[in-house]
């Protein structure tokens, strides 16, 4: 496996990103080890990453890991996403891991449509982001609610409780009751409308 420069340049990045929140000292210090590692360290680190690491989207659909899901059909599964950006933040994970970023097969854009309508009526987000990332060598799709300020996949995250998830869950399960009472009350509304009109 031999990387391009742009390739160890944003590896170099993803590493840097995970240790701004280290105390100054020690992050300056992970900073410098970070910028001598060679392209070779970094690609041996890499390649022991893989092959030490479990999958956790394969997992998580294969129902071998717990998740918060949303919906599924026969290409895709969305979860919330347990350190999400905004409030109904989710993911969607090919059944079939998808390498190319560029291309999102119509059955999984089926359902990003179809999950995007129902968070923003349930949970009134004025838009939802989709924005396809490329995570542990296969591509995800995040769905990200944008209630009053724009958002992106560096903005800030926040925990959330095993309690909170379940609280979205129920929201965008929820049926639309007030929906099935007007479509009753046209129909009587018409009935009566066509009595009058009888002699």
Do not use: W
């Amino acid at each position: 496996m031999s990387l391009t420069k742009e390739q160890i340049s944003e590896l170099k990045k993803q590493l840097l990103d995970q240790i701004k929140k280290l105390p100054e000292n020690q992050r300056k210090d992970a900073e410098k080890q970070i910028d001598n590692l060679s392209d070779e360290t970094i690609e041996e680190m890499l390649k022991n990453q893989k092959e030490s690491q479990v999958n956790i989207f394969r997992e998580i659909v294969a129902g071998k890991i717990p998740s918060k899901k949303i919906d599924e059909n026969s290409s895709a599964v969305a979860v919330l996403e347990i350190r999400p950006i905004s409030k109904g933040h989710l993911i969607i994970i090919p059944k079939e891991k998808l390498e190319n970023i560029d291309i999102i097969p119509e059955n999984i854009s089926i359902l990003i449509d179809k999950i995007s309508k129902n968070i923003s009526e349930k949970l009134k987000a004025k838009e939802v982001k989709i924005i396809p990332e490329s995570k542990l060598g296969e591509v995800i799709i995040n769905l990200i609610p944008i209630y009053d300020k724009d958002l992106n996949l560096e903005s800030e995250r926040e925990n959330s409780s095993s309690e909170d998830l379940d609280k979205i869950i129920e929201k965008l399960n929820k049926k639309e009751e007030i929906t099935e009472v007007k479509k009753e009350e046209v129909k009587k509304e018409e009935l009566k409308k066509f009595k009058r009109r009888i002699p």
